[in-house]
């Protein structure tokens, strides 16, 4: 079944003034499947953070549409899109975005309790979630005590709490060292064989290997696409890798 269907999205950025216009995304069409995991790569500039922030609900492109769940984004009110990120979206950030004042646990629960959830639910839904991501130790430690694996460990926590229907992660091994992202990369592998449909924009080539699929951006539009089928990490890497390479040099579309 597909869950998120983007149809021709455009997104034209005009300066203060109206002098300029910078078109960010020319013509995105691609569609993600129910317990997919997909990875978005590009050069730097290339569209994908704003294609990222569009999908998100925290932009809206010039136009085009965005369906999830059939239900399209672009046209929810502003009133609306705060509880529609919660009911329906999942975020992990490079930066980990965890406030200091806040134990991780509480940090965890921040978006049940903007939802208004009992404590019992939340501890309930927690439990099992802590033990999965091997933080159920450190729950009462603040961020500023734990690593930056287990920061970011607790960052997935607070996204899957939520049971959202997409996982959406941005560049989420980009502040861990190898030991941390390669425990990263296995955790998100074993949240989508149990289900979970995760899109993650990532530079690490090492990261996208692990993806079903992986779509690259190229002057604001898909330019090829990978699936890994039953290719093993280590070949998928070396495919994503020669992509790049026809991508940095200038090559034309990949058959």
């Given at each position: ?182 425990d990263l ?40 696409q990978i ?29």
């Amino acid at each position: 079944m597909t869950l998120l269907e983007v149809k021709n999205l455009k997104k034209v950025y005009t300066t203060r003034f109206g002098g300029n216009h910078v078109q960010a995304l020319t013509d995105v069409s691609f569609s993600v499947e129910d317990g997919e995991y997909v990875a978005i790569m590009g050069e730097s500039g290339s569209g994908k953070t704003t294609l990222l922030n569009i999908l998100a609900a925290l932009d809206k492109p010039t136009s085009g549409e965005v369906l999830l769940n059939g239900k399209n984004i672009v046209s929810i009110s502003e009133k609306e899109i705060s509880a529609f990120r919660r009911q329906n979206l999942g975020f992990v950030f490079q930066d980990f975005n965890l406030l200091d004042t806040f134990s991780l646990q509480d940090n965890i629960f921040l978006p049940l309790v903007l939802s208004r959830t009992s404590y019992s639910e939340m501890s309930n839904r927690l439990r099992p979630l802590s033990e999965n991501l091997r933080i159920q130790d450190i729950l009462t430690k603040f961020p500023y005590e734990v690593s930056g694996g287990q920061k970011q460990r607790t960052a997935v926590a607070r996204a899957l709490i939520t049971n959202p229907k997409l996982v959406l992660a941005d560049e989420p091994t980009g502040a861990l060292d190898s030991r941390s992202s390669d425990d990263l990369l296995q955790i998100f592998s074993k949240i989508n064989e149990a289900g979970q449909t995760i899109l993650m924009v990532t530079h690490s080539t090492k990261a996208a290997s692990h993806a079903s699929r992986v779509l690259f951006i190229k002057d604001g539009a898909v330019f090829h696409q990978i699936y890994k089928g039953s290719l093993s990490n280590e070949a998928m890497y070396q495919k994503i890798s020669d992509t790049l390479n026809i991508i940095a040099t200038g090559g034309g579309r990949i058959e």
